[in-house]
């Protein structure tokens, strides 16, 4: 098949860059997913390659285009994400309700259609459960939000929290005063606070009380009102916690409640709280529950295949599980046979 030029031309070649990212990064990542050749001269973007590759790499082009339009950040990853989208046959702008905007800062937007929905349902509903893999982006999004809330002055204080199961270490033991025990924890949260908002307003705001990030143990007995509530890490509550929290909820409130409960810390006898609460809460009115999915993962292109990977195990190791105790079971039976001869 024979290979030609397409030539696309745009108006505005400050954009055109934008689209072409460092080094040409952007323009790189499509020209690998799709087998074409791509130049950038001006305000032109030049496609070179057999039909139908030049038709879906012009697509993703124009896409890019108009988000850039529109103030949206198009990054590696976010091209990553299109290119995805474009295979499954997804590719279509985000809705404008389902941006995250900020005073003087880029909007965040939705990289995957579940990403979306779960903008839409922390929007639309009181709230808000995200749950799924590692990487798809729950707790930046539901901290994003609740963040862009809070600069808006939509709600008068952020609010996370993330039950403290040590891993090894007690909190007690850890050095330094309340905050400096806590933190460590916290991580996720405050990265994603100084990604949208700044350090130095994240600092200033938590001076002032607007923001607080604190282990789940410390909302018993309050009322959380007018403010945004993230709890993140939910599989590891235990249900008198969750049930504890949930019920916290004050006047003008949002929860967003994310967590994966395939990757709880509990003790092997405690249930969790997030998959109770998943099950009971199932269908009452103002509460949403979005499932992401490993399609989903927003990380490096390889976290996606390692959680479908784990997933495709989950049922193989369930049946030897369940032989393993078989045969624990038929060795304990055999040793009582054996014990009463």
């Given at each position: 098949m024979s290979k030609q030029t397409d030539i696309?031309?745009?108006?505005?070649?400050?954009?055109?860059?934008?689209?072409?990212?460092?080094?040409?990064?952007?323009?790189?990542?499509?020209?690998?997913?799709?087998?074409?050749?791509?130049?950038?001269?001006?305000?032109?973007?030049?496609i070179n390659g057999d039909t139908p590759s030049r038709a879906r790499a012009g697509e993703l082009v124009k896409e890019i285009y108009q988000r850039l339009e529109r103030g949206w950040p198009c990054g590696p990853s976010d091209i990553r994400a299109l290119i995805r989208a474009m295979g499954q046959g997804k590719v279509k702008a985000a809705s404008a309700e389902a941006i995250i905007p900020f005073p003087r800062r880029s909007p965040i937007v939705p990289k995957t259609p579940r990403q979306e929905t779960f903008i839409n349902a922390m929007r639309d509903?009181?709230?808000?459960?995200?749950?799924?893999?590692?990487?798809?982006?729950?707790?930046?999004?539901?901290?994003?939000?609740?963040?862009?809330?809070?600069?808006?002055?939509e709600v008068n204080k952020f609010i996370a929290c993330r039950p403290a199961v040590e891993a090894g270490e007690q909190l007690g033991f850890l050095p330094g005063d309340l905050n400096e025990k806590v933190d460590p924890y916290m991580q996720p949260i405050w990265d994603a606070l100084h990604m949208v908002l700044g350090r130095d307003e994240v600092d200033r705001r938590r001076a002032a009380g607007d923001i607080e990030v604190a282990p789940l143990a410390f909302m018993?007995?309050?009322?959380?009102?007018?403010?945004?509530?993230?709890?993140?890490?939910?599989?590891?509550?235990?249900?008198?916690?969750?049930?504890?929290?949930?019920?916290?909820?004050?006047?003008?409130?949002?929860?967003?409640?994310?967590?994966?409960?395939?990757?709880?810390?509990?003790?092997?006898?405690?249930?969790?709280?997030?998959?109770?609460?998943?099950?009971?809460?199932?269908?009452?009115?103002?509460?949403s529950q979005i499932h992401f999915k490993g399609a989903d993962v927003v990380r490096h292109p390889l976290v996606g295949k390692i959680v479908d990977a784990y997933e495709a195990d989950s049922p193989t190791r369930a049946v030897k599980g369940s032989e393993r105790d078989g045969v624990t079971k038929t060795i304990a039976r055999s040793a009582d046979k054996a014990e009463e001869e």
């Open positions: 696309l031309e745009f108006s505005d070649a400050s954009l055109v860059r934008k689209l072409c990212g460092p080094n040409h990064a952007n323009l790189a990542l499509i020209e690998d997913a799709f087998d074409v050749y791509i130049e950038a001269p001006g305000s032109a973007v030049h509903d009181t709230i808000t459960f995200g749950v799924g893999p590692a990487g798809t982006g729950k707790t930046f999004l539901a901290t994003a939000y609740g963040a862009s809330l809070l600069a808006r002055g018993r007995g309050r009322t959380l009102s007018d403010a945004f509530v993230v709890i993140d890490e939910a599989q590891n509550a235990t249900v008198a916690q969750m049930k504890m929290v949930l019920t916290r909820l004050g006047e003008r409130a949002k929860y967003a409640v994310t967590g994966d409960p395939s990757q709880t810390d509990l003790p092997r006898s405690q249930p969790s709280g997030l998959a109770h609460a998943l099950n009971i809460l199932e269908g009452i009115r103002g509460i």
